[in-house]
């Protein structure tokens, strides 16, 4: 395995934006990994003398995160790829897959055996060493359903420790790896469960309307994976196209009183009640504000351009990067956004997206 110094990031971001790595090394297997264990600079603690060049972020597909300038540590991209089923029983299988897998494979060789559970996260970017970061959720399901452990690496010491679903602490686009235990774990696998029989979940309005407006029978998972894909490209911006990172703030969760109150003074804001919360999306609110300066004012957020960077014209939820623009730029922008919408709303908006 060899590490390269001042390495550049552009292609491995889907934002596009460019920064350089200042050590930087592609881990294929496992051993690749022990090997960078075993590296003393790996190795060396927070508070040294080199402190910053001894920080190491791993990497999958880029899909979500903001290189805001040039990384002083090591970025370690993550290939280390395998999927087998561990265990084959009468309604069920479990699935392991290493994290460097992409995890749109991962949908399909389970579509495709006819294992269901799936088929709603399909065509979501990135890998599946990255999914129970943020506990992955999409067309009405969400990672931790069906996840039943991560095995991970203590990045410090290199000691393997299996996480099992309640120990992972998911919540809406979150989990312990996103926050107590951010860059200390390497998630080298994923372990799941899917189901050998039907369990169809077409709940999701966009997705239950399309099915009808087709006409389509789900017969398997692969029926709803082949919608929700199609869905998909026609919604959201192509990363190869214009540099995003798909939506860049979380919805906001509200309590139920909170709720009330917010419906009372705005009753046009859509909403969707989940048990005892009610999620409010974030790209409506991002549209019904806009820029705050005066010669901009009445100007929505949506479709805004500001040098390279800008919002979607489709997606508010979505910041773009029309080419040549920073990360910096695009951070700016999100502050300007959050700012305007808190202003008129009162209500904070949480970057979904990791910022480097
Ligand atoms: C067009 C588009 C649509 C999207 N749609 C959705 C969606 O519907 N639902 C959704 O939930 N997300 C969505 N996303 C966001 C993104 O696809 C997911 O968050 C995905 O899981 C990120 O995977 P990645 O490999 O690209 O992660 P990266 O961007 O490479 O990394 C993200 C974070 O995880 C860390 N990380 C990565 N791999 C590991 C590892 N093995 N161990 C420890 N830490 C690691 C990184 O250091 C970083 O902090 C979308 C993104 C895009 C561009």
């Known amino acids: 395995m060899e590490i390269k110094q001042n390495y550049d990031l552009t292609k491995l971001n889907t934002f596009g934006v460019s920064a350089k790595a200042k050590f930087f090394a592609q881990i294929e297997n496992e051993s690749d990994l022990q090997e960078l264990f075993k590296h003393k600079e790996f190795f060396a603690q927070s508070g040294s003398a080199n402190r ?40 069920t299988v479990v699935v392991k897959a290493k994290s460097g897998e992409i995890w749109h494979d991962l949908v399909l060789f389970a579509v495709e055996r006819k294992y ?3 088929e709603n996260l399909s065509f979501i970017p990135g890998t599946v060493g990255a999914a129970p970061m943020q506990n992955i959720g999409a067309y009405g399901i969400e990672l931790k359903t069906l996840l039943q452990s991560v095995e ?22 979150d989990s312990i790896f996103k926050n107590r235990l951010k860059d200390k774990y390497f998630i080298s696998a994923v372990i799941i469960q899917l189901s050998k029989t039907p369990k169809i979940n077409t709940s999701y309005k966009i997705l239950q309307e399309y099915l009808e407006q087709n006409k389509i029978t789900v017969n398997g998972p692969k029926d709803i994976s082949d919608a929700v ?11 190869k196209e214009i540099g995003n990172a798909g939506s860049f703030f979380k919805n906001v969760i509200l309590t139920s009183e909170e709720a009330i109150k917010f419906l009372e003074q705005y009753p046009t804001a859509p909403s969707f009640q989940e048990n005892l919360t009610v999620k409010i999306p974030a790209g409506w609110l991002i549209e019904q504000c806009g820029p705050t300066s005066p010669s901009l004012s009445g100007t929505s957020w949506k479709g805004y351009k500001i040098g390279n960077v ?7 939820l979505v910041l773009v990067n029309h080419g040549g623009g920073t990360g910096e730029e695009i951070k700016e922008l999100a502050k300007q956004i959050i700012i305007s919408v808190k202003a008129k709303f009162g209500l904070e908006l949480i970057p979904e997206v990791n910022f480097i």
């Open 310 to 316: 800008g919002v979607h014209d489709r997606q508010a």
């Open 52 to 91: 910053k060049q001894n920080q190491k972020i791993f990497l999958g597909g880029g899909s979500n995160i903001l290189f805001t300038k040039d990384f002083e540590g090591m970025v370690i991209l993550n290939k280390i790829k395998g999927i087998e089923v561990i265990e084959d029983n009468t309604d």
């Open 116 to 118: 269901w559970g799936l």
């Open 229 to 239: 894909t199609i869905i998909r490209k026609n919604k959201l911006p192509d990363p």
């Open 152 to 173: 991970a690496y203590d990045i410090d010491t290199g000691t393997k420790k299996i996480f099992n679903r309640e120990e992972c602490e998911f919540g809406y686009r």
